[in-house]
């Protein structure tokens, strides 16, 4: 079993930065990849970016390339989403999941941190 925490949300004005965290606890060395997840209301849930565990390859949903970017830390059991020139578009609940397998449904879930953006 894999626990995920998020942290760092919170309001902010257009053009403004957060930075996500997302602790992993548990059976860490199960994970293929993590990523990060937004859902706006009356929207489907997107998944923004994710990260893999083995070499750090990351991916970008179109909407955030060039503003938003996923890390990992060397202990493979920590991933950032540093978000930059923010948009009122963006505000939605954050959440981080984890993967176990390539391609797979993700098998773990936080419970979402709201990020909101003021025009």
């Known amino acids: 079993q894999v626990h995920l925490v998020e942290s760092g949300g919170g309001l902010v004005q257009a053009g403004g930065s957060l930075r996500l965290s997302c602790e992993a606890s548990g059976l860490v060395f199960s994970i293929y990849s993590m990523a990060w997840f937004r859902q706006a209301p009356g929207k489907e849930r997107e998944r923004v970016a994710s990260i893999t565990r083995a070499d750090s390859t990351a991916n970008y949903a179109d909407s955030v390339k060039g503003r938003f970017t996923i890390s990992i830390n060397n202990a493979k059991d920590t991933v950032w989403l540093q978000m930059d020139s923010l948009k009122p578009e963006d505000t939605a609940i954050y959440y981080c999941?984890?993967?176990?397998?390539?391609?797979?449904?993700?098998?773990?879930w936080g419970q979402g941190t709201q990020v909101t953006v003021s025009s």
């Open positions: 999941a984890a993967a176990r397998f390539r391609n797979s449904a993700h098998d773990y």
